[in-house]
């Protein structure tokens, strides 16, 4: 090989290296690349139908139409669901607490003396209390009186 012809030589390497580079071409070690023999994916670089490197989603470079929209959509509604789920959760607990903590009514009933007492709102005198006279107030204002 000759002297003279080895520039010429290292220029048409260089040129055809920088084209390679230039123009793209698929990296043969890459396990995602765009060769024959790689599986196609799909969206979100799972395999499915639209094939294509999961680098960009899908064969076409999209996902399928409505797809954002439609997971979207369903993400928000187990969102709605779920927090209805606590909001009755919660409702009902707080509804328990509150039927455990309400005091319990019981209606007014009438007040009555006790066996050997008559219903006075006189009290017993001095004179009284000596020969044995008992008084007392019940809770509910109604005075006794044992003579």
Known sequence: MKTRNL????????ASFVAGAVSGCA?????????????SYGYGGQPGYY???PYYGGGYGY??????????????????ERL??????????????????????????EER???GFSPSEQKCSREER??????MRLPGGLGCVSR
């Open 7 to 14: 520039p010429n030589l290292i220029a048409l390497v260089c």
């Open 27 to 39: 990296q043969l070690n890459d396990p995602n690349g765009y060769g024959y023999n790689q599986p």
């Open 51 to 53: 094939g294509g490197s």
């Open 63 to 80: 996902p399928p139409p409505g797809a954002y929209d439609r997971r979207e959509r369903e993400r928000l509604e187990r969102e709605r």
């Open 84 to 109: 209805e789920d606590e909001r009755r959760r919660l409702e009902e607990e707080r509804r328990r607490q509150q039927q455990e903590s309400a005091p319990v009514y019981r209606p007014p009933r």
């Open 113 to 115: 003396c006790p066996p």
């Open 130 to 135: 000596q020969r044995g006279c008992r008084d």
